[in-house]
């Protein structure tokens, strides 16, 4: 397997979706499990993979998109907005 890159990590996190996020969350641990603690690269990895974690509980990514208002109507019965920088809490098992 070549080297890992911050460029191959952005390549799988850029397009990545709530709906696929724990499965990209894998490969991208894969790939930078067995570099040294202290590499960049291994470092940036683990920063997406906190990213991914918190995408796999939102709705959307909204990293470049603004906000939806929550003044519109509806949004009291379908309060689905939760981007990967404030996801829906996690929850146990079984509730």
């Given at each position: 397997?070549?080297?890992?890159?911050?460029?191959?990590?952005?390549?799988?996190?850029?397009?990545?979706?709530?709906?696929?996020?724990?499965?990209?969350?894998?490969?991208?641990?894969?790939?930078?499990?067995?570099?040294?603690?202290?590499?960049?690269?291994?470092?940036?990895?683990?920063?997406?993979?906190?990213?991914?974690?918190?995408?796999?509980?939102?709705?959307?990514?909204?990293?470049t998109a603004g906000r939806v208002r929550r003044?519109?109507?509806?949004?009291?019965?379908?309060?689905?907005?939760?981007?990967?920088?404030?996801?829906?809490?996690?929850?146990?098992?079984?509730?």
């Amino acid at each position: 397997m070549p080297q890992p890159t911050r460029e191959a990590i952005d390549a799988l996190v850029g397009p990545a979706t709530p709906h696929f996020a724990y499965q990209l969350r894998a490969r991208i641990e894969e790939l930078v499990m067995d570099l040294p603690e202290d590499d960049p690269v291994r470092q940036y990895g683990e920063a997406k993979l906190e990213l991914l974690d918190r995408l796999g509980h939102a709705s959307s990514k909204a990293d470049t998109a603004g906000r939806v208002r929550r003044d519109v109507p509806g949004w009291d019965e379908l309060p689905s907005s939760a981007p990967a920088d404030k996801p829906q809490p996690h929850r146990s098992v079984g509730t």
